[in-house]
Each structure stands twice: as structure tokens, then as C-alpha cells.
């Protein structure tokens, strides 16, 4: 579904990525694994068209390098961003309503389902996203992300931070992605979420791919963790 | 009490006339984050299409061309000006803008010559609307203020209850975002930019047959509406409204006033003839201080808050 290959990228005269190569199929969450300033966050941007790129980024069959952001989303990619943007003066319903590409309700989510996931954005629905706590931030980003109805959303470091309880209801929003067929490219930097959801994971260092493969095949891989994942 | 309720009313149009202005100048400023300098020369644009429209078809039909005209001007001016010369940066942008202006009142100068043209108040708004004791308050003068009182609130609906409205919002402050979410900020931006440009021309077409409409209109109004934005904060609207009204109070109220400082020292006992020191500076009038009090009154807010009334960034 997305195919990426030798990507490279780079912040004005600055070189972040080296060819980097990923694919995630139809339904499937991937993760992206790797410590800070490896140039994950950087990927993930640079295949939603934000970052000066060069390469290729193949979604649905159609090429996506060199088109501008908006038109990649309106192909059916979305992105959960590290620093939640959230639009801090505007209500969490017209955070939500911003998310949607048109003006109605379409495809495989709706507000009601959002706020029966999370209660509290029902709760909060009126008052200005800003005043809300970062866990609440979080979620509202993601459910933001998901009223564009995207097939494939890449979700970045959405566990950064937050209490327990919000990470297991964080959790069990990745599963309800899942179950609709949506693939999730999952940024993150510890490995326990990351092991237990995914189907497979890539490990990056120094704006490359390292290692790929399954889950099991990381925890079996004691050099890879230790080189390129534990501090 | 007749002259206070009448400047009052004068003050008040002349500050919703600036309103319209900075309104559009701060929301391209939060925009671009960087000051149009050409943001006058669409208000003067809009007074001059004004008049030329209303020699052929007469002041209503030109109360709609000539804005359509202004945002159609700013459209292309964002869309193959500025957005070419934003890649070069803020300098890069500022002084395009600059130029602009320049490029404009060279052109009018072109067009209509340098005297100020004969653009006037329509007929049939050319009575007394009410008298307030023996003044007659032309009708003109209410006309100005309805016109903005009913644009501004259409802006302000337009902003707060309408999906384009939220976009531009949401834009102004994280567009990298909003362009994520699938929506075309570069035509939210030109949308921005030709409704800023159409409401400086609406305020040119009924400012311009209210007071003069001449090549100069668009520097002597620029540098007020800049101290308007300036005083009432980068990139707030509610600023820059509290500062229009206060500012228009001021220009207005203060050519009335006859007073001095050496009114008020002789009040107070002094005795002062021209061979007292300082003399000129004590003879001053407010009314002939009355171009430069906006000016000291930005220098006092740069200095006392410096990112303005309202202000949320810094300039």
C-alpha cells in the first residue's frame, strides 16, 4: 500500500535521510523504531510532502514525491504529528470538524464514534482545545487525524508523556484502527507498545534503515537492540 | 456638549473607517508575519476605482466593482507576487510590499494626475440625517458607519461560524498542520490576502468621497493604520479594533482643542510672556500637536508593552 524507496531529505543544507526504504501493506501497523535525531520524525514527514525530498513514495499505486501536502492527505494519507498542533482557540468540536476533508461526515468514522472512544472530548466538545491537558491533547489530535478518514496514518511518539491510563486507552484506539482496515506507520521510541501491536518493525540509525523484520525477530536480535535502540 | 457628541460621532466613523483597514493588515500579518506596506495603497486604489466607476455608472454600482476590482489586484498580488518572494524570506517579502506601494502611487500619479479628483458624496446621501442642538449631522457620515459596523460583522460571522472561517483561523496560527489535514492553505492564504485588499478598498470607496481622495491618501493613512496595529498588537483583532477607536478619538478630538501647556501653567499661576524659556514649546496647542499625538502615543506603548494592547507575538 505505501512503498518507499531510497528516500532523501533535507532541512536546507542539512543531509537527514540516506536512502531510506519501507513499505507497510493493506491493514498492517509497522513501526518505526530508533532514538532521538535518527531521522524518524523526519521520514514520516517527508512522505506527507513537508519536507524537501527526493526519492520515491509510491501510495495506492500513484506517486506521491514533489506533490504538495494537502493533496497527499486528500489521497488518503494522515499524519499524527509529535507536538499534537492542535488549533489551541478553536472548541474540540471544530478541531474535529477540521479534520474532515469536506463538510459532511464521511467513510469510516464519525463524531459520535470519537466521542464514544473518548468520553472526555465529548465532555470537553465546547470548550477551546488550548485549556486541555496533554493526554486530552493527544487523543484530540488523533481523533482529528481520523475524521479525514485516512487509510494509512502515521502516528508520531503518541505515547510521549502521557499517564498510564490514557496510553492503555491510546491502545485500544490503535485496535479499533486495525479492526477498520486502516494500516498504522507507528513512530516510537520505546519498544514494549511498539512490540506488542505491530506486525513488523524497522529500526533506524544515522537517517537509515537498520534492521527490519518481526517483532520476534528484534527481541531475538540482542546486537541490534543494543546498538541502535537501548541508551 | 453639542461639539463633544458630534467629534464623538466623527471619531467613531473615522475609527470604524481605520478598523476596516487594520483589520485586513493584521490578519496578513499573522499570516505572511510580515507588515504589507502595501496594505494603504489598496485603500487608495479602492477610492480611485470608486470614482472612475461612478463617472460611468454612478456611487452604488461602484460600492461593489470597486472592492471586487481591489481583491482581484490582491489575489494576484499574493498569488504571483508574494508567494514567489516568500522562499527568499521576510526581508525578501517586506520589501516587495514596499515597492508595491510605490508601483501604485506611481500609477495613479499616471492615471489621475497629482491633483486630488472630484469624487463625491452621492446625492441622495447628501442631506442632514438628525441635527444634535443647531449642528446638522450629515447623513453621509451615518451611512460610513453602518456600512462598517455591517461589514465587520459579517467578517466577524464569517470567521467564527463558517467552515472557511475556521480554516483561516486555524491557518493563521498552524498551517503546516492545516495543510496536513487535506485542506489547500495556499488559496486559503490568497482568500486571506484578497479579502484584507477588498476591505481596504471598501474603506477607500466610502472614505475617499468623505475626506480627499489624492495621490497622498495612501502614505497619510498608511503610517496611521500602522500605528493602529502597532498599539493595538501584531496579529490581534480585538487590538487592532480597541486601537482604531482610540486612535480615531484621538486625531479627532484633538484638533479641536485650543488648549496649550501654557493654558494650563497660567492656570496654575505661572506667569509666562515671550521672554520666558521655552516659550514656543509652552504655545504649542493641541491642535497643532494633533498629527504627531498618534505617534507619540506608539512610542509610549513600545516602550510601556511593547507587543502591543493585545498583542500575542512579537513584532
Known amino acids: 500500500m505505501l512503498e518507499v524507496k531510497d528516500l532523501h531529505s533535507y532541512y536546507g543544507k542539512s543531509h537527514i535521510l540516506h536512502g531510506v526504504h519501507l513499505n507497510v501493506r493493506q491493514g498492517e501497523i509497522v513501526s518505526l523504531l530508533g532514538r532521538n535525531g535518527v531521522g524518524r520524525s523526519t521520514t514520516i514527514k517527508a512522505i506527507m510532502g513537508q519536507v524537501q525530498s527526493s526519492g520515491s513514495v509510491v501510495f495506492k499505486g500513484q506517486e506521491l514525491m514533489g506533490q504538495k501536502a494537502y493533496m497527499i492527505a486528500r489521497k488518503g494519507l494522515g499524519i499524527v504529528p509529535e507536538n499534537r498542533d492542535i488549533f489551541p482557540s478553536l472548541t474540540v468540536r471544530q478541531n474535529l470538524l477540521l479534520g474532515m476533508k469536506g463538510r459532511k461526515e464521511s467513510g469510516r468514522w464519525s463524531m459520535e464514534d470519537m466521542y464514544n472512544l473518548f468520553p472526555r472530548l465529548r465532555e470537553r466538545a465546547e470548550a477551546p482545545a488550548g485549556v486541555m491537558s496533554g493526554g486530552e491533547q493527544q487523543m484530540l489530535t488523533l481523533c482529528r487525524t481520523l475524521m479525514g478518514d485516512p487509510d494509512l496514518v502515521m502516528i508520531d511518539e503518541p505515547t510521549e508523556g502521557l499517564a498510564p491510563k490514557i496510553v492503555d486507552q491510546v491502545a485500544n484506539l490503535f485496535d479499533e484502527i486495525a479492526k477498520r482496515g486502516i494500516s498504522i506507520l507507528l513512530v516510537e521510541q520505546k519498544l514494549t507498545i511498539a512490540l506488542r501491536i505491530s506486525q513488523r518493525v524497522y529500526v533506524m540509525g544515522h537517517g537509515q534503515i537498520v534492521f527490519e523484520g518481526t517483532p520476534d525477530d528484534l527481541r531475538a536480535n540482542e546486537g541490534v537492540r543494543k546498538e541502535w535502540l537501548e541508551v | ?315
Open chain 2, 1 to 315: 456638549m453639542e461639539f463633544f457628541l458630534v467629534t464623538t460621532l466623527n471619531s467613531l466613523s473615522y475609527g470604524l473607517l481605520l478598523f476596516m483597514l487594520s483589520s485586513g493588515l493584521t490578519l496578513i500579518f499573522s499570516m505572511m508575519g510580515v507588515l504589507n506596506f502595501a496594505h494603504a495603497s489598496f485603500y487608495m486604489l479602492g477610492a480611485y476605482f470608486a470614482y472612475q466607476t461612478s463617472t460611468y455608472l454612478g456611487f452604488w454600482p461602484a460600492l461593489v466593482i470597486a472592492p471586487l476590482a481591489v481583491a482581484f489586484l490582491g489575489a494576484l498580488t499574493e498569488r504571483y507576487g508574494l508567494r514567489t518572494v516568500h522562499r527568499y524570506g521576510h526581508v525578501a517579502e517586506l520589501l516587495f510590499t514596499f515597492g508595491l506601494a510605490y508601483i501604485i502611487e506611481e500609477f495613479v500619479h499616471l492615471l489621475w494626475g497629482r491633483a486630488p479628483v472630484e469624487y463625491k458624496i452621492p446625492e441622495i446621501l447628501d442631506f442632514s440625517a438628525f441635527s444634535i442642538f443647531s449642528t446638522q449631522y450629515p447623513a453621509y457620515r451615518v451611512f460610513m458607519m453602518l456600512m462598517s459596523v455591517g461589514m465587520l460583522a459579517c467578517l466577524y460571522l464569517v470567521l467564527t461560524r463558517t467552515r472557511i472561517g475556521l480554516i483561516i483561523q486555524a491557518s493563521l496560527t498552524h498551517p503546516e498542520m492545516v495543510e496536513a489535514l487535506g485542506h489547500n492553505v495556499p488559496s486559503v492564504f490568497m482568500t486571506v490576502f484578497a479579502g484584507g485588499a477588498a476591505l481596504a478598498g471598501l474603506a477607500g470607496v466610502i472614505g475617499g468621497n468623505a475626506f480627499v481622495t489624492e495621490p497622498g491618501m495612501a502614505a497619510s493613512v498608511g503610517t496611521i493604520v500602522f500605528v493602529v496595529v502597532v498599539f493595538g498588537g501584531m496579529g490581534s483583532l480585538a487590538g487592532a479594533f480597541i486601537a482604531s477607536l482610540i486612535i480615531g478619538a484621538v486625531q479627532t478630538f484633538s484638533v479641536a482643542f485650543d488648549y496649550s501647556l501654557a493654558t494650563l501653567l497660567t492656570g496654575l499661576g505661572v506667569q509666562l510672556n515671550t521672554e520666558s524659556a521655552w516659550y514656543e514649546l509652552w504655545k504649542v496647542t493641541i491642535a497643532q500637536a494633533a498629527p504627531v499625538l498618534p505617534y507619540i502615543l506608539m512610542v509610549l506603548m513600545l516602550i510601556v508593552r511593547p507587543k502591543g494592547l493585545m498583542g500575542t507575538r512579537e513584532g
